[in-house]
């Protein structure tokens, strides 16, 4: 005899139903976060862009203007011995850290080259925060012992700040597009 009762177990596929839902709220949980985390990732992807932009426009232009303009112009200006020799020995330190900062760039940016382009990439943070520093601490150096040594330098002759402001100017100035 065939009987209509439920057997044991048998509210199994309810139950099955009921913790399909507990997956199933926890991806709509995890989906409602998504946008939240958009934005930081979009800022991540702009920042990566612009600083990879901001080390092959300015950085490394920078420092080439003040290796072949700035520093042969204070350094040929400043008075012989002890000011010259300090120069010197200022012109020495900033230019290795160019090269420490560049060499630290060259570490980096193959993985913020992918940031840029939002895909996935391991960022040595420690390096980062160790060229953050380190050019900080250059640019500081910089700002507070040799261009001011710089300007009182060049200020003495006015001929001498002049042809270093045309040097400059004649860098960013495309002559030869002038003629074609």
């Given at each position: 005899m065939t009987t209509?009762?439920?057997?044991?177990?048998?509210?199994?596929?309810?139950?099955?139903?009921?913790?399909?839902?507990?997956?199933?709220?926890?991806?709509?949980?995890?989906?409602?976060?998504?946008?939240?985390?958009?934005?930081?990732?979009e800022r991540a992807r702009r920042i990566a862009e612009s600083v990879v932009a901001l080390f092959h426009d300015a950085v490394l232009e920078h420092h080439s203007e003040e290796e072949e303009a700035l520093f042969p112009a204070v350094l040929a200006s400043a008075q012989p011995g002890e000011e010259a020799e300090n120069v010197k020995r200022q012109i020495e330190r900033l230019t290795r850290e160019h090269r420490e900062v560049e060499a630290m760039?060259?570490?980096?940016?193959?993985?913020?080259?992918k940031v840029a382009k939002g895909h996935d990439a391991q960022l040595d943070v420690a390096a980062v925060d160790k060229l953050?520093?380190?050019?900080?601490?250059?640019?500081?150096?910089?700002?507070?012992?040799?261009?001011?040594?710089?300007?009182?330098?060049l200020?003495?002759?006015?001929?001498?700040?002049?042809?270093?402001?045309?040097?400059?100017?004649?860098?960013?100035?495309?002559?030869?597009g002038t003629y074609i």
């Open positions: 209509n009762q439920p057997q044991a177990g048998g509210d199994a596929p309810i139950t099955n139903f009921s913790n399909c839902h507990v997956g199933i709220i926890k991806g709509m949980n995890a989906l409602g976060e998504l946008p939240g985390l958009l934005e930081p990732a760039w060259k570490k980096l940016e193959p993985a913020l080259k953050v520093a380190l050019y900080s601490a250059h640019a500081a150096y910089e700002e507070a012992e040799f261009l001011p040594l710089s300007e009182k330098i200020g003495r002759n006015a001929n001498h700040m002049s042809a270093l402001g045309l040097t400059l100017h004649m860098r960013h100035t495309d002559v030869m």
